[in-house]
């Protein structure tokens, strides 16, 4: 990638602490991953035009358009950048930034943890559903899979905490980024309507996710599913007895494997060489820890860019279930409110079909005053309803740690 120049506003070496205090009224987008740290600034053209609404299909040829429409006036380094819905509950919002501004991933030491000066006092917190109702969501789900062709179903809950004031944005992004220093922390700002309706305030997309959806660099591809979780105690040794008790679990051995399963279906005809480990490795977050596989492939044909990959591959049964149409009819079904952009994908392509795409999770929306954060868990056979439960609010930590209001999981359970 094109070294940019820094950031007016700076005087010293641009690097990824700089990115972050760069955070402003004018970003579009901040995108830090473990290779590199991005931020954008304005938006020059979006895609789909609003007027226009093409298909998801026809996206990748679009973005080809305005990419290659964006060279003829010399060399450029400016990706199209954004995210893409789990459905059509919301907006799919791509676009290419009046700026964009790069440097390496953050090391240790380059952020500090502040707190966000919340009370949970003043914080109205509403659960949808109520743990009960979730927990009849997954037995029914388990009572379809038991009675038809579906073997996963990826049921989701939401918090919506309700602040007097607004968030600061950028303390929440820089504990994100404090905590989940090896993952993808991504902001980034929605054309949607606020979330509480009561004006016209500029909504944002705020997560720290552990799950790389796909990587293209030049003719290389990388996707790292996850899928069969358990939550971290803290302990050391509870840990390692929790992370030898996953590799060992044949629940979440099967669930992982639908997921690896249907990620090579979809790159093994669009690779001519696909290394595919034979058993999950551990990947652990500030809260969980993950069964990881790890797929590194070299592609056939140079016109397979980033996002093509992305949208072949999106949703995988980590984030939806496994077949993906009955799954998304139960989903549909069974959960009580719009994902939107919750298990989505966020990431960016450019001209040379480059990129990188990071799956929406471990996530929230916000308008300044209203947050809504998302968890889900896996439903296979196997599951109980009690467990997945307790998988949703061991995942519901990352944001509210970052938050300062870790507390509250004892009154989402």
């Known amino acids: 990638?094109?070294?940019?120049?820094?950031?007016?506003?700076?005087?010293?070496?641009?690097?990824?602490?700089?990115?972050?205090e760069a955070y402003n009224e004018q970003t579009s987008c901040f995108f830090a991953t473990p290779a590199q740290?991005?931020?954008a600034q304005g938006i020059q053209a979006v895609l789909p035009s609003p007027q226009k609404g093409f298909s998801r299909q026809d996206l990748p040829r679009q973005a080809k358009a305005l990419l290659t429409n964006q060279t003829r006036f010399g060399p450029s380094s400016t990706p199209l950048i954004g995210a893409i819905p789990f459905d059509d509950s919301a907006q799919i919002h791509l676009f290419l930034p009046e700026k964009i501004y790069r440097t390496g991933p953050f090391e240790k030491g380059h952020t500090v943890f502040n707190s966000t000066g919340l009370d949970s006092n003043q914080c109205t917190l509403k659960m949808v559903p109520e743990p009960l109702n979730y927990m009849q969501g997954v037995d029914k789900a388990l009572e379809q899979i038991q009675h038809s062709e579906l073997r996963k179903v990826v049921l989701s809950r939401a918090l919506e905490l309700s602040f007097p004031t607004s968030l600061d944005l950028c303390r929440l992004l820089a504990n994100l980024v404090h905590n989940n220093r090896y993952g993808y922390t991504y902001l980034l700002n929605l054309p949607s309507?606020?979330?509480s309706g009561s004006d016209?305030?500029?909504q944002t997309l705020i997560g720290a996710s552990p799950e790389l959806l796909i990587r293209r660099r030049g003719m290389q591809v990388e996707a790292n599913p996850l899928a069969g979780s358990a939550p971290r105690s803290g302990d050391l040794k509870i840990d390692r007895q929790r992370a030898h008790e996953l590799l060992n679990s044949d629940k979440d051995r099967r669930e992982h494997m639908l997921v690896v399963d249907?990620?090579?279906?979809?790159l093994r005809p669009l690779c001519n060489e696909l290394d595919i480990p034979s058993s999950p490795c551990i990947l652990q977050t500030d809260s969980m820890m993950h069964l990881s596989t790890c797929l590194r492939g070299t592609l056939r044909d140079a016109n397979s860019c980033a996002l093509s990959l992305a949208l072949a591959l999106h949703p995988t049964p980590a984030v939806c279930g496994y077949?993906?149409?009955g799954a998304y009819a139960a989903i549909h079904e069974i959960e009580p409110f719009a994902r939107r952009y919750f298990a989505?994908?966020?990431?960016?392509?450019?001209?040379?079909?480059?990129?990188?795409w990071a799956v929406t999770i471990r996530c929230g929306e916000t308008d300044g005053e209203c947050l809504r954060l998302y968890a889900g868990a896996g439903i296979v056979a196997g599951s109980t309803a009690e467990k997945e439960l307790a998988e949703t609010?061991?995942?519901f930590r990352t944001m509210l740690k970052a938050l300062g209001l870790e507390h509250l999981l004892d009154m989402a359970t």
């Open 37 to 39: 740290t991005l931020l």
């Open 323 to 325: 077949p993906s149409q």
């Open 262 to 266: 249907a990620i090579v279906e979809t």
């Open 344 to 356: 989505g994908i966020v990431g960016w392509v450019n001209s040379q079909g480059d990129g990188e």
């Open 193 to 195: 309507p606020p979330l």
């Open 200 to 202: 016209g305030s500029c």
């Open 393 to 395: 609010s061991a995942k």
């Open 1 to 20: 990638m094109s070294t940019i120049s820094p950031l007016s506003c700076l005087n010293s070496v641009l690097d990824a602490k700089h990115l972050l």
